[in-house]
């Protein structure tokens, strides 16, 4: 048996009307997103290149007072376990902790 293909099904008007709506909101969106890139202007670039100096920030200068405080318990006090090693995982783990807050604040803030 063959098919015909010039028989197709009609279009719902209400499948139609879905499919308008939801073009519509798209098309609402991205002019939108659009009028907000520009109303920013370079700022993105800056915001963007102030987040990694941030991040670069917050996580080194813990990381480094962690390791500094660790070098100096290990020189003046003597342990079995490395309080280097230690704080330097603290120092991490603050560090990243304290990026991942203000990129949250920033984040919000916008």
Not at 16 to 35: A, H, M, N, P, Y
Not at 78 to 94: E, I, V
Request: charged residues 20%; contains cysteine.
């Amino acid at each position: 048996m063959t098919h015909n293909n010039s028989e197709q099904k009609p279009i719902k008007k209400q499948n139609l009307t879905d499919l308008w709506r939801s073009f519509q909101k798209e098309v609402d969106r991205k002019s939108s997103q659009k009028i907000r890139a520009k109303q920013e202007g370079d700022r993105s670039l800056w915001f963007g290149l102030g987040m990694y100096g941030l991040v670069g920030w917050s996580i080194s200068i813990p990381t480094v007072l962690g390791v500094a405080l660790g070098v100096w318990i290990d020189t003046n006090f003597s342990s079995r376990y490395s309080w280097t090693l230690m704080m330097l995982f603290l120092g991490l783990f603050l560090g990243c902790w304290n990026a991942w807050y203000w990129i949250q604040r920033a984040i919000r803030e916008d």
